[in-house]
């Protein structure tokens, strides 16, 4: 279509010459402003990316086991690949702040830096793909990244070109020292730059959590990026985790219809396995980012986990439930007496099954006895449905809109379940 307006206004009539001037500026807009082709995320994209975990950590000489290097990312790759998260779906071993030298070279050029990444990001990602997976890189729309390395916000085309060239899958860019106004512009060009290359590569943007997380276009924000982030980071702590939560859940008007096959909400990394998280916060985190169809992205020490901690992200009906493709992000139902209930519809739109999230809020020291009947959390087939727990495993049989549901929940803690239609 654009070629096609380029030729018929090469040499209009002098009548139609305003008209189709104007008509041509239009058009030529709408073929700057193409919309994201790359086919992928079709599902919430899994992998594990080094941030929340191992930060900045530049020491390779004091702390070489955990410094960002290019040893760190190929032993990562090597569990994922070889410790079966490959088999669930994790996929991309993604790079955040701290991989460059702090300067370009003559061309202009980023490169990685020459004693923690010796043989290039190239070779990483040969190195990556070699196993069956895929390398995710970072960069920064700004002048500077987040960590004071050189940022992109004058060299969009030629990053682009650049990681493409080294094989890479996944971008995330970050938004630090950059004007909020100039990103509605910026991820967009970026976007249309790495589709330019040919080289499929996944697009996760910052630009609504600069702009402040809901006072943004999320239908603009679909047509360029694959995942976007709107809220702020997410820290070591049950805190930091249920922050996000609540802010989904009060946003969720707005967010939960800007998510979909393609492009989806990221309220960032799964930190079960770290530090801080209990066994029963653990469960919750993972249970609720499957609810919210949230990319999963582990930051965590994949040589050191726990059996129990691996246990809860490798848990293959939660993984399930995250990837079902028909990606209809949860909603909050139901918020009263310090107990959260969060439905998604998966499986069928017009005859759906059910995912819901019992999230128990309360600090008491025992479990919660909670119960309800189906109909309060908008199920519609009279019928009724068979329920089972996600977790543990446990049937709890038929339920119609008149028999009552009663659970346990820990402090803290979650029950999920799978309700489907039965007779």
Not at 18 to 47: E, H, I, K, Q, Y
Not at 332 to 354: D, L
């Amino acid at each position: 279509l654009c070629c096609v307006v380029r030729q018929i206004s090469a040499q209009p009539p002098d009548m139609w010459k305003a008209v189709v001037t104007a008509a041509v500026a239009f058009t030529l807009l709408l073929c700057r402003s193409n919309t994201l082709d790359n086919g992928l995320a079709r599902t919430p994209p899994m992998g594990w990316l080094a941030w929340e975990r191992f930060r900045c950590n530049v020491d390779c000489v004091d702390d070489p086991y955990n410094c960002i290097s290019e040893r760190l990312f190929m032993q990562m790759a090597d569990r994922l690949a070889e410790d079966g998260w490959k088999e669930l779906g994790y996929e991309y071993i993604n790079i955040d702040d701290c991989w460059m030298s702090m300067d370009r070279d003559e061309e202009g050029k980023l490169y990685a830096n020459k004693t923690r990444f010796p043989n290039g990001i190239k070779h990483l990602a040969d190195y990556v793909h070699s196993k069956g997976l895929k390398l995710g890189i970072y960069l920064d729309f700004g002048t500077h990244t987040c960590g004071g390395y050189p940022g992109s916000i004058k060299y969009l085309q030629k990053d682009a070109e650049t990681i493409a060239d080294w094989g890479v899958d996944m971008l995330k860019m970050d938004g630090c020292y950059a004007n909020v106004s100039d990103m509605s512009w910026g991820y967009p060009d970026m976007e249309m730059y790495m589709n330019k290359t040919g080289r499929p590569i996944l697009f996760s943007c910052s630009w609504p959590a600069y702009a402040g997380g809901i006072k943004v276009n999320y239908t603009d924000i679909a047509e360029h990026c694959n995942m976007w982030r709107n809220y702020g980071d997410i820290q070591d702590s049950w805190d930091s985790v249920t922050n996000i939560i609540d802010w989904y859940g009060n946003n969720q008007k707005i967010l939960v219809p800007a998510a979909g096959p393609g492009h989806w909400n990221d309220p960032d990394m799964l930190i079960v396995g770290d530090y801080s998280l209990s066994y029963e916060e653990s469960k919750a985190q993972m249970a609720m980012w499957a609810i919210l169809a949230a990319p999963l992205f582990m930051s965590n020490d994949l040589r050191s986990i726990s059996e129990e901690a691996r246990s809860i992200l490798m848990n293959k009906d939660v993984i399930k439930i995250n990837q079902d493709s028909l990606g209809m992000p949860g909603y909050r139902m139901i918020k009263e007496h310090g107990i959260e209930v969060w439905t998604r519809i998966i499986e069928n739109k017009e005859f759906p099954s059910y995912a819901v999230a019992f999230l128990n809020r309360r600090d008491d020291g025992m479990p919660y006895k909670y119960s309800l009947t189906l109909d309060k959390l908008g199920f519609t087939y009279a019928m009724g449905y068979e329920v089972a727990e996600i977790f543990t495993g446990q049937h709890y049989g038929h339920y119609d809109f008149h028999r009552v549901l009663t659970l346990h929940i820990n402090p803290s803690g979650v029950v999920m379940i799978y309700a489907y239609p039965s007779e």
